[in-house]
């Protein structure tokens, strides 16, 4: 019995990002403590200020914003308003205006017209700025995939930038975005009314890392599990945490992916598999959960491919080190044939063969074409890509019987750890 609420605690821990990053609330130096702090600033000084989130799938972006919000709102329940918009929903401007205006009104206690053109829906939206502000309450938009909103003409960040230039509008506007380069790919004029703030997620530190362990797996004196238990619970993760082998799992999983959620799976798999009978965690759970987290679908795949595919696979991932953004199937055999020509291998093959190799990797869906905008021209010019990461290609040259010497020579994984 003790076994499975203990479970059931730890699952449901796992499950709400709030709870996984309400760790690192403590810290100063971290980006919930920024975030909040700018927010709050903004609020208590009644500015204007924009913000981007960048950093990987993963990293906790949009847990931490949820988790700012949600302390501000239970702190100033009548001091802020939050308009949601994702890019990958609302990347239309007249969508996004019409989408904004749906949830100011829901907010506020407003009739929404679905009649209103979408000059309508900006002058609302420019309105409600005003009115908020002389009521000193901000209006917070967070965008989602905020680089999806950069596409066409803007001008919905425009509209809602520009807006913001006045003295008695009063928002905050939070970007997210996976992309590094989400600002470079704003107007001139968009950019010129964006604060240039940026707060980067990057990987956590080891003592981030042991500081969500502890946070996660050790168990409460007062949630009604025998005082015994719960000791020899903790004693037993604590062990767990200190034995060497059980680092140099964490090691690889880290290095495989070092995301926040990435590192909440490989814990979860780890909970999922507790023996109910000793109620306790192992490091064979552990082990087990890592095996799980770095299966690569995609390296079986490459045990079955030919030495040509081969060639033609590193040749990609060489031109994509070389950061090459755009490439076809010529680019690729002129860089095939120079490493031919260099090293003098046997493995020459004709511009035919190699083209069937080529289209048997997008049928694959080793490869792909990067868009549709190409899709009138013939294969050995429509612009390619990777569909496989670095990673997998290593493992892939390294699990294969097949593979030359002189690949894994041209493939130096440590460059991409």
Do not use: W
């Amino acid at each position: 019995m003790d076994a499975e609420k203990a479970l059931a605690l730890l699952r449901s821990r796992l499950c709400d990002p709030n709870y996984v990053h309400a760790t690192f609330k403590s810290s100063e130096e971290s980006n919930y403590c920024k975030l909040k702090v700018l927010i709050m600033n903004s609020i208590s000084d009644a500015c204007n200020n924009s913000i981007l989130l960048l950093g990987p799938r993963g990293s906790g972006k949009v847990a931490i914003v949820d988790l700012v919000l949600e302390d501000l709102k239970t702190q100033l329940p009548d001091s802020i308003s939050v308009i949601r918009l994702n890019g990958l929903l609302h990347s239309d401007d007249n969508f996004a205006l019409k989408e904004i205006a749906r949830q100011l009104c829901l907010d506020h206690q407003l009739l929404f017209s679905k009649m209103a053109s979408s000059d309508d829906n900006a002058g609302f939206m420019i309105d409600m700025l005003k009115e908020c502000g002389l009521s000193h309450k901000s209006i917070i938009f967070v965008l989602d995939e905020f680089d999806l909103f950069a596409q066409g003409k803007q001008r919905l960040l425009y509209s809602l930038l520009d807006a913001m230039q006045t003295v008695t509008s009063q928002a905050v506007v939070i970007g997210v975005s996976c992309r590094l380069d989400a600002d470079k790919l704003l107007e001139k004029r968009v950019r010129s009314r964006f604060s240039h703030r940026k707060l980067l997620f990057v990987p956590p530190s080891r003592e981030d890392v042991r500081r969500l362990l502890e946070h996660i797996l050790y168990l409460p004196k007062d949630i009604g599990l025998l005082s015994e238990y719960v000791a020899e619970f903790n004693s037993k993760i604590q062990d767990i945490l200190n034995d060497k082998k059980f680092q140099e799992i964490l090691d690889s999983v880290l290095i495989f992916n070092g995301t926040i959620s990435n590192l909440v799976q490989f814990i979860f798999r780890a909970v999922a598999s507790l023996n109910l009978e000793s109620g306790l965690l192992s490091l064979e759970n552990f082990k087990d959960s890592q095996i799980c987290c770095q299966r690569q679908p995609k390296t079986h795949i490459l045990q079955d491919v030919s030495i040509l595919e081969l060639y033609i696979l590193v040749c990609m991932n060489r031109l994509e080190c070389k950061e090459q953004n755009s490439y076809n199937f010529n680019s690729v055999m002129k860089e095939y044939k120079a490493i031919h020509e260099a090293y003098k291998t046997s493995d020459n093959y004709g511009d035919t063969v190699c083209l069937r190799a080529f289209e048997h990797l997008l049928e694959r869906e080793l490869i792909g074409f990067v868009d549709n905008k190409g899709r009138n021209l013939s294969i050995e010019l429509q612009p390619v890509k990777l569909l496989i990461s670095p990673h997998e290609l290593y493992l892939g040259l390294k699990s294969s019987s097949s593979c030359p010497a002189i690949l894994q020579k041209l493939f130096d994984h440590e460059s991409f750890r």
